[in-house]
Structures are given as structure tokens and as C-alpha cells.
């Protein structure tokens, strides 16, 4: 699975759109991006995942640039309840490995009053 | 539906005991993975059962072992606990088959402390 640069930190002001960059250069035809978050002493939560077009679910948006190099996780308006680590992960989907993620040291983005 | 359920939700050992922890699923799905995720290497993935099979693994040593049973609940296992394996340890539930398959629901963990 192709790896991910995600920037360690981020701040974002409550109600302010939040965006999380994602740098996946070597990314393959066949492998999607997912993104998870860990809110503070809670198990990782899915939150969109995608291909090579935009995604946007109840959670997020997802926007994938055309060369799928890189992607951008966009909270519409944050509150302070997505205070999380967000993690960018890029897999190959398939049913022989469906429980099977490689998580890098994700964003931690603090939402602020 | 009830999510992932994990047991027990802390515990303490000592060095060179044993440890089982239990992961019952989200009722439905086959798949079940573990993680141990810690301050310095973050999560990292264990292993994976589907069908009572384990069909992924990660990079652990042979101290670490699971498996599943017939109705997709999951068992870990550590021997001979080491001060390293203090850690918290993540469950997740898949449904295993087509579709979106990076989905993964996981539970709350168990923390595990090894004095």
C-alpha cells in the first residue's frame, strides 16, 4: 500500500471549515484513500473514503486531485467535538484483505473556541 | 445495532504472564482485526480472522496470537508478557465481503499495563 504525508498539526477556529491535506505521490491506479479519526481515548472512526472523484457524505468531503496525488479531507464547520487525530490511509480494496489498515502518524487537529 | 464490544477494558499484569482479550463483533460481520496502538509506534495492525481463519498478519512475534470462533467473536492472546507490550489494544469489525471494504468498525480497546 502506497504511504501518506499528512502535517502533524493543524488549528482550526470553531465554525471554520477544516481542511487536512493528504500527500499520497505514489499512489496506485487501484488503491482508494480513506480517511479515520481517533477522538482522545476512543477507537478510530471512519469517515469517507474515495477513489479518484469528490466524495461527501454527512461527515465530510473528500476532494481527490485530478493526478490522485494528493487529497483533502474538508470539514464544512468544525466544533470542538473534532478535536481528533485524523488519519489518511490509501489501500487496495479487496475481500482477501478487508480488516487491514496501514495508519501513519495522522493530523492532530485541535478546533478552537 | 450494538457496535464493537471489547473485554476486559483495562488490566494490569506483570512481566511473563499471559494475557486474553475478547472482541465481539457487530452482529452480521465476519471479519475481526486487531491493533496495538502506542504512544511511540502508533497503530499498528496485529492480525485478521475471517471465518474462523486468520487470512492477514502483521509484523509480531509469535507471542502474539488470536482466533475466532464460529459466531465471529475473536480472542488475542500474549504470552509471556514484556514491559513493550504495554499498550492499547484495538479491535474492528468488518463485514469482509465486496463493497467498502476499508470500512472497519472498531471498539473501544483494552488497555493493557504490564508492570
Known amino acids: 500500500d502506497a504511504k501518506t504525508t499528512q502535517p502533524p498539526s493543524m488549528d482550526c477556529a470553531e465554525g471554520r471549515a477544516a481542511n487536512l491535506p493528504c500527500n499520497h505521490s505514489t499512489i496506485s491506479g487501484n488503491e482508494y484513500v480513506y480517511w479515520y479519526r481517533q477522538i482522545h481515548s476512543q477507537g478510530p472512526q471512519y469517515i469517507i473514503h474515495g477513489l479518484k472523484n469528490n466524495e461527501t457524505n454527512e461527515m465530510a468531503s473528500l476532494i481527490i486531485t485530478e493526478d490522485r496525488k494528493s487529497s483533502t479531507l474538508i470539514l464544512p464547520h468544525a466544533t470542538l467535538r473534532d478535536t481528533a487525530v485524523y488519519y489518511c490511509?490509501?489501500?487496495?480494496?479487496?475481500?482477501?484483505?478487508?480488516?487491514?489498515?496501514?495508519f501513519g502518524q495522522g493530523t492532530t487537529l485541535q478546533v478552537k473556541p | 445495532k450494538a457496535g464493537v464490544t471489547q473485554t476486559p477494558r483495562y488490566l494490569i499484569k506483570t512481566r511473563g504472564q499471559q494475557v486474553t482479550l475478547s472482541c465481539s463483533p457487530i452482529s452480521g460481520h465476519r471479519s475481526v482485526s486487531w491493533y496495538q496502538q502506542t504512544p511511540g509506534q502508533g497503530l499498528q495492525f496485529l492480525f485478521e480472522y475471517f471465518s474462523e481463519t486468520q487470512r492477514n498478519k502483521g509484523n509480531f512475534p509469535g507471542r502474539f496470537s488470536g482466533r475466532q470462533f464460529s459466531n465471529s467473536r475473536s480472542e488475542m492472546n500474549v504470552s509471556t508478557l514484556e514491559l513493550g507490550d504495554s499498550a492499547l489494544y484495538l479491535c474492528?469489525?468488518?463485514?469482509?465481503?465486496?463493497?467498502?471494504?476499508?470500512?472497519?468498525?472498531f471498539g473501544e480497546g483494552s488497555r493493557l499495563t504490564v508492570l
Open positions: 490511509i490509501v489501500r487496495v480494496d479487496g475481500s482477501s484483505n478487508t480488516g487491514k489498515l496501514i
Open positions: 474492528a469489525s468488518s463485514l469482509g465481503g465486496t463493497g467498502r471494504t476499508g470500512e472497519l468498525f
